[in-house]
């Protein structure tokens, strides 16, 4: 549906929707190697997602997908902080995204007419890797992971080429990070030998240098031709140039190899020229490559820009336009999300679109099944979507991946109109469709096994107990299990006792032994004592995903302290209301749901007999920042003059401050800029301390 008709309702189940297929096709890619969508389609989820978000900034989810980075790494490599986080980019599709990224940046440095240069260079279709020397020696290589904890494939990385081993007058520290990919010809040779040999042949390039990479036997990847090219660094002991491109140049002067289609460009009509000469050269590369990537090349101009929570502000990808694909539309599914929300999606004949399979598409809604918009505009030419149809998938742009045509010619004769089913097909409760509501809600709640399983899904999800032995399948079997259910969270911790009740009869059921079911029971014990963060985020509370428990559990820090101003919040004059709405990144939406979830009988009665099974464990402080603001609550009013406010508050935080929106009795200090108002004056009010512009970069040492 279109962005511009969604209701508010239907904004935030949209969201919650996509959050959740993002995830799962997150995890699929990076986990598994295994991607479930094309990445067209991931592409144009994660915009649709941006552009709800930007209409609607308050739904936006702390799990949203617009901050996740990867997933977290396989098992079988020894996992390993990296030294400095590995990001990810956001993305452009238009002449326009390109333009707006420019005067994002102009607005963020405050520079008006002034020439910014930028470094054009291809995205390459592969997997990053940074790789670590010491005194000019390769001691480490790791895969990104989730960004923050890569995977060890030193002994792996040796044999790729375009990695030197050593390096002559490097820095004492110097991590070079680039992609790792498989030429095309290298790639179907690849298959080739695969299925002379019998084994398994990979969908594209990527998925061959992914699984090449991640080989447990070295001697494996020895013998895959897999190739590098550099574009980035991570820690330096010394910088390596002034500007990006003198950087990449330093780099394969040092022996690394690096992309010859990299360019200078004075702003968006020469980065729009040299996107146009890579596409044209696209066909001919013998590397896949998805897109152009700008980033702003002087090295003092990425400083002062940073970071967002997950993407530089200083560089940008923009992508190819997705493919488009015919392919026979086999059945309509319905599924029943943890909020209870139907989704229709379509089961497709498998088609390849963009190297990759797709076998699913969402259908969203009944109207959109019937070729409507939510205010009863004609899409797909009013066409409606049938059980039997050749239909075109199509992902690109702010529209989310869909059927974007329907081939009636090919209409079989006995297809009949889609009807839209109005009971939940999982418990048979009503599924109501409420006035402005695109979608169908099943009004079963905890009692349609579809939304309790999810939830219960989404309570041992890696982010949240992360109990190994007891993922989504066996959640499910649990669910219905006669003897030993798991029917909500404490069940979880109930169930040695109850199966020691059955004579220990799990052992001899199928799928499980002694050994099994032996390490069950210690993977359940060791989650007694959780982090706070992670079992907040565990209740599935809507909006309060992991960056929201972390922001919870980081400034309440124990359980009890939680609970009790959750419990007294309910109230929203009382002080422990204006408190949780005084943490930056909580919002009305977040408190009200958090609030309402130890508020509403059922949910609370679970919750507590949840606590009485766990010792959570507290909330350690955050590494402290050495900084005269650091712990402090900031506000920034009134016009600052010699830097953005985007940048002021990027700053702030980087020095270790909290920076809110509003002032309150916790604010520690109000920076007041040129027209300062009523901020100012509630301020004064409360006794807060206000400083200038001028005062606040003495003090942090900005002048
Ligand atoms: S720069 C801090 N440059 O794209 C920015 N990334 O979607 C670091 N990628 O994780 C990334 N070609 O795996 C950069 N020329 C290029 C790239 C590139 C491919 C990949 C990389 C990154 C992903 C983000």
């Not at 491109?245 to 004075?266: H, K, S, V, W, Y």
Request: hydrophobic residues 40%.
């Amino acid at each position: 549906m279109d962005i511009d008709g969604l209701s508010k309702q239907q904004a935030k189940a949209e969201l919650a929707r996509l959050a959740q297929v993002l995830g799962q096709a997150n995890r699929a890619y990076h986990t598994n190697d295994a991607p479930t969508i094309s990445d067209a389609e991931y592409d144009a989820l994660k915009r649709r997602n941006g552009a709800i978000e930007a209409r609607f900034p308050e739904l936006k989810r702390a799990d949203s997908p617009s901050d996740m980075i990867g997933a977290a790494p396989a098992d079988g490599f020894k996992k390993v902080k990296h030294a400095k986080r590995m990001m990810s980019l956001g993305n452009a599709f238009n002449d326009e995204d390109v333009a707006d990224f420019d005067a994002r940046i102009r607005k963020f440095l405050m520079l008006d007419d002034a020439p910014i240069a930028y470094c054009a260079e291809p995205k390459i279709d592969g997997l990053s890797l940074s790789i670590r020397y010491e005194a000019g020696k390769m001691v480490q290589a790791l895969t990104r992971g989730d960004g923050e904890t890569g995977e060890d494939v030193t002994a792996n990385a040796r044999t790729i080429s375009g990695i030197p081993h050593r390096i002559e007058n490097a820095p004492d520290v110097l991590e070079v990070r680039g992609e790792v990919y498989m030429a095309r010809s290298d790639f179907l040779a690849l298959n080739a030998a695969q299925t002379a040999k019998g084994d398994k042949v990979f969908s594209n390039p990527r998925n061959a240098a992914a699984g090449s990479l991640r080989q447990l036997d070295v001697s494996i990847t020895k013998t895959r031709p897999l190739m590098f090219f550099a574009y980035a660094w991570g820690e330096l002991s010394a910088p390596l140039a002034n500007t990006q491109i003198g950087a990449i140049e330093r780099l394969a002067q040092m022996g690394f190899a690096t992309n010859p289609l990299t360019r200078l460009c004075d702003g968006p009509a020469q980065m729009l020229d040299h996107y146009a000469e890579i596409e044209r050269q696209r066909a001919t590369l013998d590397y896949d490559i998805d897109g152009v990537v700008y980033k702003v090349d002087d090295l003092s101009l990425q400083a002062r820009l940073g970071f967002r929570s997950t993407t530089p502000r200083w560089a940008i990808a923009h992508k190819f336009p997705a493919e488009l694909a015919w392919t026979w539309l086999e059945h309509i599914d319905i599924q029943v999300g943890r909020t209870g929300a139907l989704s229709p999606v379509a089961r497709l004949s498998p088609v390849t679109v963009g190297g990759v399979v797709v076998s699913n598409a969402t259908l969203h809604n009944e109207d959109y099944i019937k070729g409507r918009d939510s205010k009863g505009g004609e899409i797909r030419g009013g066409k409606d979507i049938r059980i039997g149809d050749w239909v075109q998938v199509y992902r690109a742009g702010d529209v989310i991946p869909k059927i974007a045509d329907v081939d009636l010619a090919k209409r079989p004769a006995d297809a009949l109109p889609f009807v839209f089913p109005d009971m939940c097909p999982e418990c048979g409760s009503p599924a109501l469709r409420e006035e402005g509501d695109a979608v169908h809600r099943c009004t079963g709640g905890l009692i349609c096994p579809a939304q309790a399983v999810e939830k219960l899904k989404h309570f041992v999800s890696r982010g949240a107990f992360d109990i190994e032995g007891l993922g989504a399948k066996q959640i499910e079997a649990f669910y219905f299990d006669e003897a030993l259910p798991i029917k909500e969270p404490a069940d979880i911790f109930t169930l040695k006792l109850r199966d020691a009740g059955n004579l220990g009869k799990l052992k001899n059921r199928d799928g499980w032994g002694e050994t099994s079911v032996k390490k069950l029971f210690a993977a359940i014990e060791m989650k007694r004592n959780i982090p706070l963060a992670r079992l907040i985020f565990a209740l599935g509370i809507r909006h309060t995903g992991e960056n929201v428990a972390t922001l919870l559990a980081q400034h309440y820090r124990s359980w009890a302290k939680f609970s009790a101003a959750m419990q007294a919040a309910s109230d929203e004059q009382s002080e422990a209301w204006e408190e949780l709405l005084a943490i930056d990144g909580v919002g009305d939406a977040i408190a009200k749901s958090v609030v309402g979830a130890f508020h509403n009988d059922t949910e609370r009665a679970m919750i507590d007999r949840l606590i009485a099974e766990l010792s959570p464990q507290d909330a350690q402080k955050r590494d402290a920042v050495e900084s005269p603001v650091a712990g402090k609550t900031l506000v920034f009013t009134g016009t600052l003059e010699k830097m953005s406010r985007a940048e002021a508050k990027s700053q702030a935080e980087a020095l270790g401050a909290k920076v809110s929106g509003s002032v309150s009795k916790k604010t520690d200090l109000l920076i007041a800029g040129a027209k300062a108002g009523s901020k100012a004056t509630k301020a004064a009010a409360l006794g807060v301390e206000v400083i200038s512009e001028d005062d606040w970069l003495t003090l942090i040492g900005a002048t």
